[in-house]
């Protein structure tokens, strides 16, 4: 987990802050350093037991560079480099920790890279700041949260076990993101792509979401509430399923009545409006406001 201090550095990288910065407020020893070219390669996969993953642009346009930060040097645990044609295998190394031990992971992508890019980390957060490029993105985390702030990717497909996931300031061309116990916070979010889609699945645990764009913006929630901040101004049509629950819908709202209003179908806006909200949820409240009503 990042402190404060480590967090406002992170988030600001690299407009008003640098890697040395970094690494100062981290305070752990940098004890192995890799560098990597990306030429011709079309597939980078990470694996990790152990700590934190921070994953940052790179300064070098075709390089790919993997810094570990550890409080004792234990060269069993480095990052481990395989390459096997057109794929690159990042692992961490296998011993088992006797006594305190703290690590952190420093990843640097160069924003040339496009290919397919998977991060599996099994205890530990991954923290995504600042990039810019046409990858296509897959996390899974086992207990860990995952972050991403001020970034474009092509895609972001997330699979979180327990611990929630925040989405802020980013541009995703597709957006996929499962939960089974943890929540889901995503503001000022754009899905530019115009068949592209923000899905979001919660088996226990808050949703709450600010300033989405996006054609199609699909909920599923088994338990937990649901609360969607919307521009005044923006037009859509819903369909809202529920079984538990109580439904607050904008001042705006049109609804049909039909089907006993299970489930609610209607639009705010316009009837013909481009984008579409649906809503499954088996119990919990869903409130969907304009931003300036906020409850």
């Known amino acids: 987990m990042l402190d404060d201090k480590i967090k406002q550095i992170f988030n600001n990288y690299p407009a008003r802050s640098d890697l040395k910065q970094l ?41 790919l560079i993997v810094r570990d930060l550890m409080s004792r040097d234990i060269s069993k645990l480095y990052s481990t480099v395989e390459k096997v044609g057109n794929v690159i295998k990042v692992t961490q190394g296998p011993k088992k920790l006797v006594g305190l031990f703290k690590n952190k992971v420093i990843i640097l992508l160069p924003a040339s890279y496009t290919g ?6 099994q205890s530990g957060d991954v923290s995504f700041s600042s990039l810019d490029q046409d990858c296509l993105l897959d996390v899974t985390a086992i207990s860990g949260d995952v972050h991403m702030l001020n970034s474009n990717v092509a895609r ?9 996931i925040n989405l802020s300031a980013s541009q995703i061309s597709d957006c996929h993101i499962n939960t089974q116990s943890g929540d889901i916070t995503a503001s000022d979010v754009n899905i530019d792509d115009k068949n592209g889609e923000m899905a979001l699945s919660a088996t226990s645990g808050k949703i709450n979401l600010a300033n989405i764009s996006t054609k199609r913006l699909l909920i599923t929630s088994h338990s937990g509430n649901i609360k969607i901040l919307v521009p005044d101004n923006l037009q859509f049509k819903f369909l809202i399923s529920s079984k538990s629950g109580n439904i607050i819908l904008p001042m705006d709202a049109i609804i049909y009545a039909e089907d006993n209003y299970n489930p609610l179908r209607g639009y705010v806006g316009s009837q013909d409006a481009s984008s579409q909200l649906d809503i499954t949820s088996k119990s919990g409240n869903i409130k969907i406001l304009n931003v300036n009503n906020d409850i």
């Open 23 to 63: 690494e100062d407020a981290i305070g752990l020893k940098l004890v192995n350093e890799s560098k990597l070219s990306l030429t011709d390669i079309d597939e980078i996969h990470f694996n990790y037991r152990l700590g934190d993953l921070l994953i940052l642009p790179s300064p070098d346009l075709d390089q």
């Open 116 to 121: 397919f890019l998977t991060i599996r980390s």
């Open 156 to 164: 972001l497909q997330a699979d979180l076990k327990s611990g929630d």
